[in-house]
């Protein structure tokens, strides 16, 4: 494989001058970008469907495939969210963060507040415009190709065209830990973070790093899609990465020592720099990390953890080191490197997750690790990981801030770290010479810099096409629901009057979206073309 861009945003038409214009007073006017036509349920064609907005093939898979109405429907891998379809609306539920969502296809009204759960908060989807904080987020919008439909965004990304919108050429921010303004709250219909957020009716919590396993993680790209409708994408998309994972997960239990024992000996690793503003969690802290997500890479790869029962028991003594979590945490600095080496000795491979503010990802170098780790040269020799040669670091890509993908691209595709880890780890099940993706040798192997200029886009806001509705009007007029093979409503001025170019009639549980009629394009352009008439 070759280290490719995170962006998939290419080959978009250039936004005419009386759009851009048009979005520009849309800005000045603080209000919600317009949703693009054709996007939304005729709600007079609803009327007459008997099977509901979400047919069965567009709805996120479940466990058991069954579907009745109201369907409820468990994603088969995460355990932090669920989701419900009923005729007109669908119900998410975040159970981390306890809160629900109730989306709205547009076109269609919501249900009575007091037919809803406590507390839900309730969107029209497809969203449109939307805040986002989470990296973890960015690439699961990379994927379902909703990117376009950001509008503000966190500093941490790695992806070269969210740089370009939130720092270097649009300075669109994601506001959210610091307070919010006016115009980002006005302008946008979604905020998407880490933490929950009661107060604000916009707001959507996604935990997806939260959910135990790599898998469970990679599949809250369905928790995602729900708010575009895109649950049919992302079925197939985790469909794909779960098959690539598993697939390596065989070929490296198939390479590996037979006897557990004797496999490589993992440690993940963690340095954090004192930080006042934090309080007594920003004191400084070296970390040997067992997050489940790290055993589960770690043995997947064909390698095994140090014993986190027996460190607790000799090495932990609740002041100078302590037992946090699943993390042994290093608190005395001037005594935390000769017990540090003692304990990663028999370690053969280390994978460190620090991030170094005052230096280049390109730049770092063995000793900078040494230093920072309050290792000496002399251990180099003694630590069978620093002996050999196999320190990792999670920084293949990173953006000039020294963020990595590790929080973003990692996380919706555990399929390809599982294929770094391996590589080092059990190498017989990988194919020779695999360049790295999220994971490197620091000894051997150079980080890539993703970089705003790296963005084809020129313009800050980038055309949102519609995403097509779940009902339409075939040719012969008659209302159907969409199928696999006739995704959006069908261009009938290419087909005689009457002819059937659309399939899948009510009822037969198909489903999608609809393009803009011409008739409707010409009216829609005339209609802006009138107003600047009269501005």
Known sequence: DTIALPDTMVARMAIPLAVLAAMLALASAVSTPARPAGECINNDLFSGANSGAFPSQFQIISASGATTAPTYTKVTIA???????????????NKRANETYVLVPCGLTAPAADNLPAGAKVFEVPLVSASVSDTSVVAFMNSLGVLTRVRNVTEYSVNSCMQSLGLYGCKRLDTSFSGLGADQLAATDSFWGFSKSAKNPKAIAVTAVADPGVLNRAEWIKFVAT??????????????????????????????????TQRPLVAWLYYQPPNPDWGIYGREQIAIQFAAYMSEYALAAGGRMLDLAQLNATVVDGKNVTLEGKN????NMETAGATLAAVLKDVDVAIDLT?????RNADLTLQDFLTTFRLKAADVQNVNFLRGGALLRVDVGANPDGYTDWYE??????????????????????????????VRNLLTQKPLVFEAQQCPLTNCQAEVKPICPLIFKNCAGRVVYATAAQRCAPDCTATQPGTNNGTGNLGTNAATS???APAVVAAALLMAFLAMLLL
């Open 409 to 438: 691209g990692a996380v919706a595709q555990p399929d390809l770290v599982l294929r770094d880890l391996a590589s080092v780890i059990t190498p017989a099940a990988v194919p020779a010479n695999t360049a790295p993706r999220f």
């Open 227 to 260: 708010f575009y409708n895109k649950e049919d994408v992302a079925n197939e998309m985790f469909a794909a990465t779960s098959q690539n994972y598993n697939n390596i997960k065989a070929a490296v239990a198939a390479a590996a020592k037979a006897d557990v």
């Open 79 to 93: 355990q932090e969210f669920e989701v419900s379809y009923y005729s007109t609306y669908k119900v998410v539920y």
């Open 328 to 331: 042994i945490v290093f608190y």
């Open 514 to 516: 609809a393009v803009v």
């Open 355 to 359: 991030r170094y503010p005052n230096k």
